[in-house]
Each structure stands twice: as structure tokens, then as C-alpha cells.
């Protein structure tokens, strides 16, 4: 017997936290993919001199957490946010990503060595991201607790990219 259920994306607006739908360069993973299928890295509300060097991927958003989304991993996420953090840096070499993650969850074939070739590109940060405000200049910051450190630190960027978690579907 094989019940399937569908996936729902988590819409990361009805948490205000995250900056969703209050800065335009804070988007979803879909968000970003519909970018690079347009062949861009910044949605139009962000002025197209601007350059997205400086980008964060924050992972587990609507998911891993009963309180906003779903307790369960959605599993993919990872590995999707992971390959959008590497075609990123393939065209834009001198691009600055940070990772925000909880751990990572190993998803498809050859992930060990795909995980290997692209920790050196990457920065990874081991946090509980707590929420992304906007500074003066308009950009999101990231206020997250390392949990290596265990303390509260901040860091801005040019583009936030959410990994919003799936949930199954209500039908």
C-alpha cells in the first residue's frame, strides 16, 4: 500500500520573524529557483545595481519545530539549499555563503562527496537562527545563537534565502 499525500511548501509570511514579505531580499528556496530559471540572483523590488555578494542560507524554516510549522524534517532541504549555495558560487565565485544549520541531513546518492566538495566554498554555521530584522540600509540581519559558542551573535547580508520545510497536504 503506497498513500501519498502531496507536499505543501511552508509560507515563512505567517511568521513574522523571518522578514518574509517585509524585505525583498529575504526569499524562499523557491524563490531563488524561480530567480535562476529568470537568470537572475535579486528579485526586481531590489535596485539591479545592487549585488547579492554576501548571502545566507537559513535552514529548517517551518519545519523541525512544532510551534511554527511541523516537528518533522522535511529531509530535501538540505541538499536542495546546498546545490542553490553551489550553482551560486560557480557563477558568482566571489560570492560570501553562510549556512545556517542545525545539522545536516544526508539526502541522494553521492551526497558524502558532494557535501565534501562544497564545504570548502561555504561557510557553515552551526545555530539556532532566532529571527532576520532589516538595518538601515535595508538589508537583513540575521540575530542566531551559535550553538557551538553557545551565544547570541548577528551577522547582515545582501540576500537571505529561507529553506522552508514541506508539510504534507491537508487533502
Known amino acids: 500500500l503506497v498513500l501519498s499525500t502531496g507536499l505543501v511548501p511552508f509560507e515563512p509570511g505567517i511568521n513574522r520573524k523571518w522578514g518574509y514579505c517585509d524585505n525583498p531580499r529575504v526569499i524562499t528556496g523557491s524563490d531563488l529557483e524561480r530567480l535562476f530559471y529568470e537568470e537572475k540572483y535579486l528579485p526586481d523590488e531590489v535596485n539591479d545595481a545592487d549585488e547579492a ?6 535552514q529548517c524554516v517551518g519545519s523541525r519545530n512544532i510551534m511554527e510549522g511541523t516537528a518533522q524534517c522535511s529531509r530535501i532541504c538540505c541538499a536542495f539549499a546546498l546545490r542553490m549555495a553551489g550553482r551560486i558560487k560557480h557563477e558568482k565565485p566571489d560570492a560570501e555563503i553562510d549556512f545556517y544549520y542545525m545539522d545536516i ?3 541522494g546518492k553521492n551526497f558524502g562527496n558532494f557535501l565534501a566538495t562544497i564545504s570548502d ?3 557553515f554555521i552551526r545555530s539556532n537562527p532566532i529571527s532576520v530584522k532589516i538595518n538601515a540600509e535595508g538589508k537583513p540581519i540575521i540575530r542566531f545563537e551559535s550553538i557551538p559558542d553557545n551565544m547570541c551573535e548577528e551577522a547582515d547580508y545582501d540576500l537571505v534565502v529561507l529553506s522552508h520545510g514541506l508539510c504534507p497536504s491537508d487533502g
Open 53 to 58: 555578494n554576501k548571502i545566507a542560507f537559513i
Open 105 to 107: 541531513q544526508r539526502f
Open 121 to 123: 566554498k561555504i561557510n
